[in-house]
């Protein structure tokens, strides 16, 4: 029975995901801000097979309130054999440009709080010598395009965060595994018109546990997000400059 | 949403619909001045879930599970959820939908907001029988717990409501007991019409469910012929024991014209037909391809081409059924036949729980035509004018043409239920037929 703590556990690719853990019988323990809709979905998991879901209200940009509910999930949990962090917004550019207070406070919302989060749990995963840090990042740290470079600036600091941390844990038998979607249609992205680029969020879910399952490192969901990156990784800078990504 | 939202039809089309978010069942209805209207999976067949010029609320995403108790078979889960997905949870408890239509790919909102009915319909009525209670989301009251005691006219008028009295957020639904998924069933072959209603008479008792495809492409004294379809549940353990499918195709493209025409259709039907060599068939399947046919084919609606194509649903009252089908087929047959789905079911004289309720005692015939602009529209009129004549009605969820004065002959509740309509809801259908 696989041991499953997932925060901003309320997000769709959160809920997706920890659907396919109910369905395979997994405990969870789950943790967002809103503790009505926490409920809810926490009623969802069990019809649906859960063994057992615990939750708990937690602002993920209140890092003094981490570690006590990191500790709070391990007494709940026993130990975790898989941790899924999901929280997070979709800024809008003009009004970060508008306002250095919003870019601050979405590159904390979207990149320092999860790090924070990650390094709290760095300790117990280690000491469990065993585990998955399994992270949703994005496409969009993989370059700063000029439509979302707030967003695009935190979700880099997470993936390369990651990547020295998976690094790091490697040897103490800790996967880290950062994952990239693409366009994904959620609540977070409801106001965008949705091309035949976009997916739903329960392919992804199966994605992102697929991924855990077979000890990925990184993974681009959908998987060909990974050519379309590639290309925008490679794009000189001189042509770059003057694209409107 | 990914795509547009289209009627199952695919004609009408509403340009650029706006859908919007509802993803928490406690939440409020969205603020603004537009009208709205809930949008499900996009199965009904023409305009009763398109609003145009207004807003669709997006209810597929409510699909969470609330409460199953597998002693009891009451399920309690938001209305957004799909048929197929309280199935897979359901069946391997031993339990079943109480009522199917032939897709399982409707949330149960839309099977309360059309009250479907299914094969068993002679036996255990129509879907909104066997709802315990919803709740119901107002712009005018807020959310409502409804039950057949609990704001019983406000109950009675949302069954088969067409999603105008406000948003199902929630429902309690009891489930049928079911020992496996598997089904026994038997495939008669009938000569005309009056053999189907000897077969249906003789079935009812003995079959849970029961159903007959009828070959409208036939000429002169074939026409009437077709397969007589009836089953029950399997015993836990039958003899043979089929796998669930697991292949499924997808049409993946819309063909420049409609594949459906006089020459495929012909040629089908008579295969179709003769497929079984013997006058009657025997067969354990599993419950899926048995209920189901149809959906493991994905966007089979595509086949009948960029124009879409048009359901015709009726039902004519049991004192002249006979006569009155044998008119209908007759004027189907010239006009082409239709399409190969043609359906013909007798229902059972079990009271419909919604004011705007399709089902009700009689016999009732389904089927597709590809649409084919007016032409398509005049041949339908005239199998209204039969229809009307009878005292009949047409189903709602299928209809994308009768004109107003039909609905409101075939629908004299129309009335009594206009005042239970949400001030902030409306329809495409709605509009169409209420002036």
Not at chain 1, 73 to 93: K, Y
Not at chain 2, 76 to 85: F, I, K, Q, S, T
Not at chain 2, 151 to 160: N, S
Not at chain 2, 382 to 389: F, Y
Request: hydrophobic content about 45%; overall charge positive.
């Amino acid at each position: 029975m696989q041991r499953v703590l997932i925060a901003g556990a309320t997000s769709a690719i959160a809920e997706a995901t920890a659907r396919i853990f109910a369905e395979r019988g997994a405990r969870l323990h789950l943790l967002a801000r809103n503790a009505s809709r926490l409920a809810d979905i926490a009623a969802d998991l069990r019809v649906r097979g859960a063994n057992e879901v615990t939750v708990d209200t937690l602002d993920m940009t209140d890092t003094g309130a981490h570690l006590p509910a990191i500790e709070q999930a391990i007494a709940r949990l026993g130990a975790i054999d898989v941790v899924l962090l999901a929280h997070g917004t979709l800024p809008d550019q003009d009004a970060c440009e508008a306002s250095v207070e919003t870019t601050l406070r979405e590159l904390d919302t979207n990149g320092t709080s999860t790090i924070a989060f990650v390094a709290a749990l760095v300790p117990t995963m280690r000491a469990q010598g065993t585990g998955c840090i399994a992270v949703i990042s994005s496409v969009a740290g993989d370059r700063g395009r000029q439509s979302n470079h707030t967003y695009g600036a935190a979700k880099a600091a997470v993936s390369t965060y990651l990547s020295g941390l998976r690094q790091r844990l490697r040897p103490a038998g800790v996967n880290v595994l950062t994952i990239k979607p693409g366009f994904v249609d959620t609540p977070m992205t409801a106001a965008f018109r949705k091309g035949a680029l976009w997916a739903q969020p329960s392919s992804v879910a199966e994605g992102i546990v697929r991924a855990i399952d077979r000890g990925a490192g990184e993974v681009y969901l959908p998987r060909f997000w990974w050519v379309i990156m590639f290309v925008i990784r490679h794009i000189p800078e001189f042509i770059f400059r003057r694209l409107k990504l | 949403m990914a795509g547009d939202a289209l009627s199952w039809g695919r004609y009408p089309r509403v340009r650029a619909p706006r859908v919007l978010p509802f993803p928490d069942r406690h939440g409020n209805l969205p603020d603004g001045e537009s009208s709205l209207l809930p949008y499900g999976n996009g199965r009904s067949y023409g305009d009763s879930c398109l609003n145009d010029g207004g807003a669709l609320l997006r209810a597929r995403q409510l699909d969470r599970f609330i409460a199953f108790d597998p002693a009891t078979g009451i399920l309690e889960c938001e209305a957004g959820m799909l048929l197929a997905e309280v199935l897979d949870r359901v069946v391997p408890s031993g339990w079943f939908v109480p009522v199917t239509p032939g897709t399982r790919l409707v949330t149960l909102g839309g099977a309360i907001a059309n009250d479907v009915h299914g094969k068993n319909h002679h036996g255990a009525g129509t879907f909104g029988r066997h709802v315990l209670d919803f709740d119901l989301l107002r712009s005018d009251r807020g959310l409502l717990h409804c039950s057949p005691t609990s704001e019983p006219e406000l109950f009675a008028a949302t069954v088969g409501g067409l999603g105008l009295t406000g948003l199902i957020t929630r429902v309690r639904l009891q489930l049928r007991r079911i020992d496996g998924p598997w089904m026994i069933t038997e495939s008669i072959r009938f000569r005309g019409f009056d053999e189907f209603f000897a077969l249906s008479a003789k079935s009812a008792a003995r079959f849970e469910y029961t159903v007959a495809w009828v070959d409208f492409a036939a000429k002169g004294k074939a026409l009437g012929r077709g397969l007589f379809s009836r089953a029950n549940h399997a015993p836990a353990h039958p003899l043979h024991r089929p796998a669930a499918p697991t292949r499924r195709l997808v049409m993946p493209f819309i063909p420049p014209l409609s594949l459906v025409n006089r020459v495929t259709l012909r040629a089908f039907n008579t295969l179709y037909y003769h497929r079984q060599r013997r006058d009657v068939a025997h067969a354990t399947t599993h419950y899926e391809p048995y209920f189901y046919p149809l959906d493991g084919i994905g966007q089979w609606n595509r086949m009948y081409g960029p124009k879409g194509f048009v359901q015709y649903q009726c039902v004519v009252p049991p004192a002249d059924a006979p006569a009155t089908i044998a008119r209908l087929a007759r004027e189907i047959s010239a006009a082409g036949g239709g399409s190969f789905l043609a359906v013909l079911k007798q229902f059972g004289d079990l009271l419909s729980p919604g004011m705007l309720s399709f089902p009700r005692a009689g016999t009732t015939l389904a089927l597709d035509f590809p649409f084919e602009g007016t032409r398509t529209l005049r041949f339908l009129d005239r199998l209204d004018d039969i229809v009307g004549a009878a005292g009949g009605a047409v189903y709602p969820a299928k209809d994308a043409r009768m004109s107003g004065a039909r609905f409101r002959q075939y629908f004299p509740a129309w009335q009594a239920f206009a005042p239970f309509i949400d001030p902030r809801f409306s329809s495409s259908f709605w509009r169409r037929v209420e002036s």
